[in-house]
């Protein structure tokens, strides 16, 4: 599906505070700003994410507590 969707801006206090854009410029934004795009080989699992805020784990605790559940 090639649609190209227009920027959704949104506005607080009548001054522009967050913009929506398709995934596609996202990813192109990304790697103008030399960060790298999302992809499913690089991601942090939603455990260890749960488990920093949930259960206040420090980050090393979270990512050690997911690898021996698995």
Not at 43 to 65: M, N, Q
């Amino acid at each position: 599906m090639e649609t190209h969707i227009k920027p959704q801006v949104f506005e607080q206090d009548g001054k522009p505070a967050f913009a929506v854009i398709d995934w596609r410029n996202y990813q192109d934004l990304l790697m103008r700003t030399g960060d790298k795009p999302n992809d499913d080989e690089n991601y942090t699992p939603h455990e260890v994410i749960a488990s920093i805020f949930l259960k206040d784990c420090t980050t090393i605790k979270a990512w050690r507590g997911d690898f021996i559940l698995k």
